[in-house]
């Protein structure tokens, strides 16, 4: 059966460029929740309107995660998965479908993501979301990390699992 992990994270804290590398050396189909914001939305509106949007954005790449799965694609979610109750969910969902369902922690200081966010400010060629450090200080405040129970992996042992 086909695998899906799901990438978990804070902004800024790698969750992107492991999804591109899982893609690239495992060949795991990515799906990147931001980009599809972007993309059918634009700037994020107030939180109420966003969240709304964020979730039919996410609910037709999980039917669309569900129909490679059925057909032995892996599947990469770059999303971030910020709250457990979330992470259940979604591990259920597919789990109950027979699909193995990895969870990957990009964990990140502070100081490191605030460098890291700037400099992926400085690139003009990426499609991303532009925050303050107000903006990314509220985010992380709504952070759940990964309790012990949930068996998350740092990603680069999950790049070193077997396939």
């Not at 995660?65 to 597919?94: K, P, T």
Request: aromatic share 12%.
């Amino acid at each position: 059966m086909a695998e899906i992990v799901l990438c978990c994270g804070k902004v800024s804290s790698g969750k992107s460029t492991f999804a591109r590398r899982l893609a690239a050396e495992r060949g795991h189909f990515p799906f990147s929740a931001d980009e599809w914001m972007r993309h059918f939305y634009g700037e994020p509106p107030e939180r109420e309107v966003f969240d709304r949007q964020l979730g039919q954005c996410c609910e037709m790449i999980y039917r669309m995660a569900e129909r490679l799965l059925a057909r032995g694609v892996d599947v990469v979610l770059d999303f971030g998965f910020w709250q457990r109750a979330e992470r259940i969910a979604v591990r259920q969902r597919f789990e109950a479908a027979g699909h193995s369902c990895r969870l990957v922690y990009c964990a990140i200081a502070p100081a490191q993501q605030w460098a890291f966010l700037q400099q992926r400010q400085a690139q003009t060629t990426l499609d991303h979301f532009r925050f303050d450090a107000e903006g990314i200080a509220t985010l992380n405040a709504f952070f759940e990390p990964p309790g012990e129970d949930e068996h998350a992996l740092m990603p680069d042992a999950c790049l070193r699992l077997p396939t």
